[in-house]
């Protein structure tokens, strides 16, 4: 069964490496993905693609942090073959947010990701249409995604599977519906499922933060 994997870049990091319910996943961000998703597919999955959406991090509160970030995806690029690296952007702007006390309003500087899904969401049902896979699997706890995965499994009759952390805390209801397999995964297959420490071929290295 040809399979495309589409994974939500940062919606997988902060539902895996930053939920507190498992905090020492953080320590097992260097992920092959590629490694991970043939633990948790079954055998009949021919991946032919691996579709990561992601932006590049301001490094205004860790000034290491863009670095680290290009340092993986280069990683991912010269390790797994079958991996593209999709981009949106942050965008940065200053706004009124009310106090949670609710004495008024306080000016802050607001980030957010932009375009990751749109592009997930699109490539998902222009790949559907181009025939380029029988089975769709997502790794996003995003409800947003959800018109994308109802026509593709009404509208084109695709397969799509659904992989997350054990510990999300909820399950979008909103994909749950379209969804026709789940699988779950826990700190071992994490664990398991790590790139080398040094990429074959490169002088692409783990970064010795990760290495605490």
């Known amino acids: 069964m040809k399979t495309i994997v ?31 998703l043939n633990n948790l597919l079954h055998d009949k999955h021919e991946i032919v693609a691996i579709k990561y959406y992601t ?17 993986y995806l280069r990683a991912l690029k010269a390790y797994i073959p079958e991996l593209e690296i ?38 998902l049902l222009n790949d559907g249409y181009k025939d380029l896979y029988s089975c769709a699997v997502l790794l996003s706890n995003d409800g947003d995604l959800r018109e ?8 084109l009759g695709k397969t799509i599977g659904w992989i997350l ?9 909103e994909l749950r519906h379209y969804t026709d397999f789940y699988r779950s995964f826990g700190l071992q297959k994490l664990i398991d499922a790590q790139l080398p420490s040094t990429i074959p071929g490169t002088n692409i290295r783990k970064p010795d933060r990760w290495n605490i």
């Open 6 to 36: 589409y994974i939500d870049g940062f919606n997988f990091y902060y539902s895996t490496y930053r939920n507190p319910r498992k905090r020492e996943a953080n320590s097992y961000k260097w992920l092959d993905f590629k490694k991970l």
């Open 55 to 71: 932006a590049d991090v301001s490094g205004k509160n860790d000034p290491d942090q863009p670095t680290r970030q290009q340092t």
């Open 86 to 123: 999709h981009k949106g952007m942050f965008l940065t702007s200053e706004k009124y947010m009310p106090k949670v006390d609710g004495s008024g309003n306080e000016l802050i500087l607001y980030t957010e990701e932009k375009g990751s899904d749109v592009n997930l969401a699109v490539h």
């Open 148 to 155: 994308a995965l109802k026509l593709t499994k009404n509208e």
């Open 165 to 173: 952390p054990k510990w999300t805390n909820i399950r979008s209801n």
